[in-house]
């Protein structure tokens, strides 16, 4: 009997086994989901600049689409990888916030507050889910550079019309100058970070510490300029390890921050910047010791379960200040939910910074000076509802431990022996 022909037997296999075919669809939908949450990761730097009817930001709409891919690619059975425990103290703070509707004094804020929670939560589920290599994680770590970017470019314009908010205070359009400082100042961090590894963007990420310093002074926020001196910490800290290109690098920087300060010196109220200490002494810093007097009254009367989520203003403030914010994250969940939602907040704090403790030394050494900046920063700033926070903490939980990075051979560009 004679054999059949080659070509005749292989053209039975031109098709790839269905096998094949399913893990080809799985990787195509898990690089899809990838770069939503990426696209979502830019977008949350920069999302007060926009804003949809209702007062909807177009990140938030954004998370529903890209939880929309996510569910495509586990319906083709893309393996989920369980909750990390800042994951869960999260997961129960949001929990904590949707019971508080059942007293609160304002219903139809707390569901909406509660709505909010859970939407921050299935941020950090995406991150957590789509970052399972160390590019990744830097591709992440990079699109919050890029979004803060264009952040920068609305502050620009703004400063090139000179349209300013009291006080000869400089911000982009829809933000808060006070926001908009501390959003910049916490990624020059992580982009000290990326600028000394090896990878197209080193120029990208290094140019983007000396246009944070300059757009921080420009917004003449206090709290922002407390913030800055943690933040720059980290470079410090990298340079008695650091090579000799590193070291050239830092002096162009220096220079670079220095030439973009004195072009912009005539336009930062330094004279507000330096009131700091005034400030405190005199118990005034805008008002916000009376309101935190106020806030801590109705705390005393609700210490246990607060007043409900969303509802510091209606207990705090006067009939026409229902959207009183507390300027405190910490007061602001001391009020709403009491001292149980506190120490759920604790715990989802002392978790990460934890997490970072645990973590390769440059790794630890970011999260734990980007985690404390962000402490001193939400001392004034009532950011528990805020995108950028629950970003940050998604960032941190995904950052790679030591044995994975060893593993994977990825090295930092300012060793010595590089």
Request: glycine share 6%; proline share 4%; aromatic share 12%.
């Amino acid at each position: 009997m004679t054999c059949p022909s080659p070509y005749y037997a292989n053209s039975l296999s031109f098709s790839p086994p269905a096998a094949t075919r399913s893990r080809r669809a799985e990787s195509r939908w898990e690089s899809i989901s990838f770069l939503m949450v990426w696209i979502l990761g830019f977008s949350i730097p920069w999302g007060d600049m926009v804003s949809l009817p209702y007062d909807v930001q177009a990140s938030r709409v954004l998370t529903i689409v890209t939880a929309g891919f996510f569910a495509a690619a586990l319906w083709r059975r893309y393996p989920m990888r369980q909750l990390d425990k800042p994951l869960w103290w999260m997961l129960l703070f949001v929990a904590w916030a949707a019971v508080s509707i059942s007293w609160s004094i304002e219903t139809e804020k707390s569901f909406r507050r509660v709505l909010s929670y859970f939407q921050l939560f299935l941020n950090v589920w995406l991150i957590h889910q789509a970052i399972r290599t160390t590019a990744r994680y830097d591709k992440l770590l990079l699109s919050y550079i890029a979004g803060c970017y264009v952040a920068m470019a609305g502050l620009a314009y703004n400063f090139s019309q000179n349209i300013t908010k009291g006080d000869g205070r400089f911000t982009a359009p829809g933000f808060d100058p006070n926001d908009l400082a501390v959003t910049l100042v916490l990624g020059i961090p992580l982009a000290w970070y990326l600028a000394f590894r090896r990878n197209r963007f080193v120029w990208f990420s290094a140019l983007y510490v000396p246009c944070a310093i300059a757009s921080c002074l420009l917004t003449a926020s206090r709290g922002a300029l407390i913030t800055l001196v943690i933040c720059l910490l980290y470079p410090l800290m990298t340079l008695p390890k650091a090579s000799v290109r590193a070291l050239l690098v830092l002096v162009l920087l220096v220079v670079v921050s220095g030439g973009v300060l004195f072009t912009v010196q005539s336009e930062i109220a330094f004279g507000r910047l330096g009131t700091i200490t005034q400030q405190i002494t005199a118990r005034d810093l805008n008002g916000r010791f009376d309101i935190w007097e106020r806030g801590l009254a109705v705390f005393y009367e609700h210490p246990l379960a607060g007043v409900g989520a969303g509802s510091f203003g209606s207990a705090a403030g006067a009939i026409r200040s229902a959207d009183l914010a507390a300027h405190s994250m910490m007061l602001g969940v001391l009020v709403e939910h009491g001292l149980v939602g506190v120490t759920l907040l604790i715990g989802i704090v002392a978790s990460l910074f934890f997490r970072a403790w645990s973590r390769a030394r440059d790794e630890s050494r970011l999260w734990v000076l980007t985690l404390l900046g962000w402490c001193i920063a939400v001392m004034s700033l009532s950011w528990e509802n805020r995108e950028l926070t629950w970003l940050l903490w998604g960032l941190c939980v995904c950052c790679p431990s030591v044995a994975s990075r060893h593993k994977r051979r990825v090295k930092s560009a300012w060793r010595t022996n590089e």
